[in-house]
């Protein structure tokens, strides 16, 4: 017999399963199948091909789902298109009603809903039911509330249309919430496509949205595998993609609608650092590691899985470790006694093992709890720590997904920093340390788009969520991540005002060569605050719309963009330096081209033939646009978002670091500096193409650069053949974001080129630069992504 005494001073838990009868009595209910959800209704489950859903746990089906076609994407488009013409018009108090029906819908029905989860996922029960649904619950609550305010905290603004959404298996139900409720809050319709290993309870959200009432085909639901989710991506009827899910999937994304027009948002992969100082609270930082690493079986894009830890109390750390390990239970999902279920499925099993044999392969000494006995029957894999591992070694470089905490050391915070931001990725990073000032600066220069300190693993629905580099692009919850189903309102009148002030085009910059040496005053490009020839050792002739050369221009290549992007990095203070700096010298550059304005109001006369009153007009205005971004550098605030925790959040504005610029044809210096400005004095540093039929008002401008105490590499000019440059700017892997407002360069060029590093592309198109609509808040959001940093406060 167990006496209460000795179970005191064991702590040992004993089973506590939790009860499936109402999901098992669901599914018998279904057991016929389940069709998709479109325009309202439930599809018949056999009039399609089907695939089956099994528990991870113990690899038993648990129904048959349909197969989606891509005439079953047709239809769900179809019927999300016809909704959108009356849902998008609907009050967003209407609106906000319905949100607010679905989130107390889910708290009714959320211990089914955890269940169900479990069962289809594998992820403890614990998880599903104290982390998973409230969160789910909180998203709908809290959109419920943008959706009131839409129209007065974004005006101008107005819902994309038809949206595409693709979701992953590790946390279905959330990700559903953190894509459909600000979709529906902005206005738009939806097209979903859950994972094919986990798609029941998207089902059964379908049936709550049909409970509430909610307008048929706002959101419709189309079960399938990889290739439902390409028809849904290629579908000419979406206007917006949003994926969760890999890096190499991301890509094919990027690729697949390149050119295509679609707003795209892609949340990628990880390989989140996990930094341990060594004056941290250890066993504190200990239980912080079990819910960096062992929460949802490891299967979390944030997960903290490359632990960096300070070399002197590194081995005081791993017993710690190893000790706590050893009391985790792996078992049954639906023990609440359970701390890691089953993993997704064999194939990911396979994965994870193979990745751990390759890391011992690679000399890593591995560690995995002796008192955890692996069920026999289901996908498990025990808690695995790996130490000796190096920086370079397999398993510390790629995604593993599972339960597997990789160990390396440092001895100091820089260090520490370059260790950590040593990987393509750069999702979220997890701070431990007493010392918060240390922790703050450590914070600031990690480039992840998350970080917490001294915690792990928080989220919520008003902090928005994701990544830098190839973690992807794009934000989710919050104000940032309702911006991603927000298009501008005026767009489509700023194209068509444009063609009012285009200038007259001129012959393409490969029409006339000739060698650099026979011209002594060709313009140069300006690379690393330096004018340079080019690297082609050639040049072409600027004409007047009368076919006169008023020129020569250098005809920059790959290895100008090569120089231009090295200088730039070298130039990594600008973004450190104070907003309050930044901005004196954005005042002086307007100060000094103004004290120039005749000058340059002759040049534009001289190039496009324009009046001297509209010369005269642009060069005041390219003036007063750098005016007003000298007064917006340090104006362009971050924010304190409320979240439910006892955290201080900070939404950080930051720089993406080296930008690529393809400035428009027409308005050839007001064009040029309607870019550059909001890039600059956001913290960039930007390698620019100017107009290539009138560059010199561009090259011209390195005069100004030069006399206005702006750092060499913050701005570089490289003139010439706009298509070949945008190729190389896109192809860069060092060019982390991208604008193009050249129309003479194909979109869908620079969008495959740039899904090398996926760095967002703003494929600005034509606009009035004379207008106000031409300048304003959206390039400075343009120019920066939002880094969320989680302060604890109280003890």
Not at 122 to 147: C, N, Q, S
Request: net charge neutral; with cysteine; hydrophobic share 45%.
């Amino acid at each position: 017999m167990v006496h209460v005494k000795d179970v005191l001073k064991s702590m040992e838990y004993g089973p506590a399963p939790e009860g499936n009868e109402h999901v098992l009595a669901w599914l018998e209910a279904h057991k016929g199948g389940f069709g998709h959800f479109i325009d309202g209704r439930f599809t018949d489950p056999s009039a399609s091909k089907s695939f089956k859903v099994a528990n991870p746990a113990d690899g038993k089906p648990l129904a048959q789902v349909a197969h989606g076609t891509a005439q079953d994407i047709d239809k769900a488009v179809a019927a999300a298109g016809r909704a959108f013409k009356g849902w998008s018009k609907l009050p967003g108090h209407e609106r906000a009603k319905y949100l607010y029906a679905i989130a107390r819908n889910i708290q009714k029905r959320d211990r089914f809903l955890a269940v169900l989860e479990t069962m289809d996922n594998g992820k403890p029960i614990r998880e599903t039911r104290d982390i998973d649904m409230p969160l789910v619950a909180r998203h709908f609550y809290h959109h419920a509330g943008w959706a009131e305010l839409l129209e007065s905290e974004f005006p101008g603004y107005r819902p994309v249309g038809v949206c595409g959404q693709i979701i992953p298996w590790n946390f279905p139900l959330l990700m559903l919430a953190w894509k459909i409720a600000p979709a529906l809050a902005a206005g738009n319709t939806v097209v979903l496509k859950p994972a094919e290993q986990t798609p029941l309870t998207a089902l059964a959200f379908a049936e709550i949205c049909r409970e509430v009432g909610l307008p048929a085909g706002v959101v419709n639901i189309v079960t399938g595998e990889g290739d439902t989710g390409a028809a849904l991506v290629a579908h000419e009827g979406v206007q917006k993609i949003a994926f969760t899910g890999s890096t190499d999937v991301g890509r094919v994304i990027r690729t697949a609608t390149a050119g295509s027009g679609k707003k795209l948002s892609l949340e990628l992969g990880g390989k989140s650092p996990f930094i341990v100082f060594d004056d941290a609270d250890l066993d504190s930082a200990v239980e912080g590691l079990v819910d960096a690493i062992w929460f949802n079986q490891g299967e979390v894009c944030c997960a903290g899985s490359r632990l960096l830890v300070q070399e002197g109390i590194a081995e005081k750390l791993y017993a710690k470790v190893r000790a706590r390990m050893e009391t985790l239970r792996v078992g049954s999902p639906l023990d609440k006694s359970t701390d890691i279920g089953a993993v997704v499925s064999t194939e990911q099993l396979e994965r994870i093992t193979a990745l751990v044999a390759k890391g011992k392969e690679e000399g890593a000494e591995v560690f995995q709890p002796s008192s955890i006995q692996v069920p026999g029957t289901g996908t498990f894999f025990a808690p695995t720590l790996m130490t000796g591992v190096e920086p370079a070694s397999t398993v510390a470089v790629v995604e593993i997904f599972g339960p597997v905490l990789v160990a390396m050391t440092f001895r100091t915070p820089d260090e520490a920093v370059a260790l950590a931001n040593n990987t393509r990725f750069g999702l979220a990073a997890s701070i431990w340390s007493e010392n918060i000032n240390r922790s703050l600066d450590v914070a600031a220069r990690l480039k992840a788009g998350v970080i917490w300190i001294n915690a792990t693993n928080l989220f919520d629905a008003a902090a928005g969520f994701g990544g830098y580099r190839e973690s992807g692009f794009g934000r989710e919850g919050g104000r940032e991540g309702l911006y991603e189903y927000l298009a501008d309102d005026g767009a489509k009148a700023k194209g068509k005002e444009a063609a009012k002030v285009a200038l007259t085009a001129a012959p393409s910059p490969t029409a006339q060569i000739a060698a650099v040496d026979a011209v002594d005053r060709t313009a140069k490009l300006y690379i690393g605050g330096k004018q340079a020839r080019p690297d082609s050792g050639y040049s072409y002739a600027v004409l007047n719309p009368s076919g006169k050369q008023v020129g020569l221009a250098g005809l920059g290549n790959r290895k100008d963009v090569r120089n231009a992007v090295e200088a730039a990095a070298k130039a990594e203070g600008w973004g450190a330096a104070t907003a309050h700096n930044r901005a004196q010298i954005l005042y002086y550059i307007a100060e000094n081209l103004s004290a120039r304005a005749d000058e340059f109001e002759a040049r534009l006369r001289a190039m496009t033939g324009v009046s001297k009153r509209d010369a005269a007009e642009e060069v005041s205005l390219a003036v007063r646009r750098t005016f007003f971004y000298a007064g917006f550098a340090d104006k362009h605030d971050g924010a304190v978002h409320s979240t439910k925790s006892r955290h201080v959040t900070l939404a950080m504005n930051e720089p993406f670091g080296i930008m690529g610029l393809l400035c428009p044809e027409e308005a050839p210096l007001l064009g040029f500096v309607s870019l550059v400005m909001p890039a600059i004095a956001a913290g960039n540093r930007v390698v620019a193409v100017p107009s290539a039929r009138h560059p010199l008002a561009a090259t011209d401008f390195y005069q100004i650069i030069d006399t206005s105490d702006v750092p060499a590499g913050v701005l570089s000019i490289a003139t010439g053949n706009p298509g070949e440059l945008a190729k190389t700017i896109a192809d860069h892997d060092e060019i982390a974001a991208l604008w193009n407002f050249n129309g003479s360069v194909d979109a869908a060029l620079v969008d495959k080129a740039s899904a090398g590093n996926l760095k967002p592309v703003w494929n600005g198109g034509a606009r009035n630069w004379r207008s106000t609509d031409a300048q304003g808040r959206e390039f400075l959001r343009r120019a920066t992504q939002v880094k969320n940093i989680w302060v604890p406060y109280g003890e």
